[in-house]
T-cell receptor, first 114, second 112 residues
Framework: DSGVTQTPKHLITATGQRVTLRCSPR?????VYWYQQSLDQGLQFLIQ???????AKGNILERFSAQQFPDLHSELNLSSLELGDSALYFC?????????????FGEGSRLTVL | AQSVTQLDSQVPVFEEAPVELRCNYS??????LFWYVQYPNQGLQLLLK??????LVKSINGFEAEFNKSQTSFHLRKPSVHISDTAEYFC??????????FGSGTQLTVLP
């Protein structure tokens, strides 16, 4: 158990809909990262927050947004969903802004868009 | 910019045989290098890492990796694999960017 909690574990929805994925980092970790894992794209970095502020942005679509709340949990919002958004979305956390790079991953939220 | 190439997408190997999973990286600055493992239906877990010092790093379950700066490689090896080593293995690099960049993964399948 990494200590990172993600909900929901599975989500099935239709095209055009909006979903919210939630992540609770390990106790004491200030950084939260979101990654998307799909068969064709592999593991892609989406966005990082540190202590409530956005720190780095990767290949995140404009239809997607995220935030980190004062209690350090984070949410990833996916809107106007398309079939291609079907993927496993991972949240990871670390103590710092990532100087040593060690991340602790949750078990992921599997999104299926029909 | 930083990138990682894992040369083999699938590696089947018989139990108790040795294995090497290959990883090459590209970065314009000094790097930190990592191997993560993903068991079925689980998240990624750190297997081992190179930050500095000795170029040979080892995990608690018998894997080792060697940082080779001249060849920009960080190959993962194990002298004798077990069925329980079946998983997907990801090489990752952290150079100038704040975040880790992962390779495409190598599925290691250990056959009885």
């Amino acid at each position: 158990d990494s200590g990172v909690t993600q909900t929901p574990k599975h989500l099935i929805t239709a095209t055009g809909q909006r979903v919210t994925l939630r992540c609770s980092p390990r106790s004491g970790d200030l950084s939260v990262y979101w990654y998307q894992q799909s068969l064709d794209q592999g593991l892609q970095f989406l966005i990082q927050y540190y202590n409530g502020e956005e720190r780095a942005k990767g290949n995140i679509l404009e239809r997607f947004s995220a935030q980190q709340f004062p209690d350090l949990h984070s949410e990833l919002n996916l809107s106007s969903l398309e079939l291609g958004d079907s993927a496993l979305y991972f949240c990871a956390s670390s103590v710092s802004q990532g100087s040593s790079g060690e991340l602790f991953f949750g078990e992921g939220s599997r999104l299926t868009v029909l | 910019a930083q990138s990682v190439t894992q040369l083999d997408s699938q590696v089947p190997v018989f139990e108790e045989a040795p294995v090497e999973l290959r990883c090459n990286y590209s970065s314009s600055v000094s790097v930190y290098l990592f191997w993560y493992v993903q068991y079925p239906n689980q998240g990624l877990q750190l297997l081992l890492k190179y930050l500095s010092g000795s170029t040979l790093v080892k995990s608690i379950n018998g894997f080792e990796a060697e940082f080779n700066k001249s060849q920009t490689s960080f190959h993962l090896r194990k002298p004798s694999v077990h069925i329980s080593d079946t998983a997907e293995y990801f090489c990752a690099v952290k150079g100038s960017a704040r975040q880790l960049t992962f390779g495409s993964g190598t599925q290691l399948t250990v056959l009885p």
